[in-house]
């Protein structure tokens, strides 16, 4: 049994350091770095655009008004209904909600 099976053709080797051959050579180096740049250009594009379309998307939590205070975000929500539509800066909300009684 033949160890290695597969033969060269003859006068294979012979025209690998002409410049016709280094020129083929280089011009497959270059396509293959044109292909790899444009593929690297195109992955950046759909990065940066999913990024966009994810931060366009997300809900806008730091301009929710909310500062920590439960109670008075609560109170907020129950008087919220009382508000009517069309005149939004009607909102009146007592102090003695907000007071803690020692009583």
């Known amino acids: ?9 003859e006068g294979y080797f012979e025209n690998i350091g002409t410049p016709e051959y280094l020129q083929k050579v ?12 444009m593929a690297l250009t195109c992955v950046t594009v759909a990065a940066a655009a999913a990024v966009a379309v994810i931060a366009m998307l997300s809900p806008r939590t730091a301009d929710s008004g909310y500062d920590g205070n439960i109670e008075e975000l609560y109170i907020e929500y129950l008087c919220s209904d009382l ?3 069309t005149v939004p800066d009607a909102f009146y909300m007592p102090e003695e ?4 009684t020692s009583e």
């Open 97 to 100: 909600f907000f007071s803690e």
């Open 1 to 9: 049994m033949n160890r290695f099976p597969f033969t060269v053709p």
């Open 26 to 37: 280089r011009r497959r180096r270059a396509a293959g770095q044109m292909v790899r740049r």
């Open 83 to 85: 508000i009517p539509e």
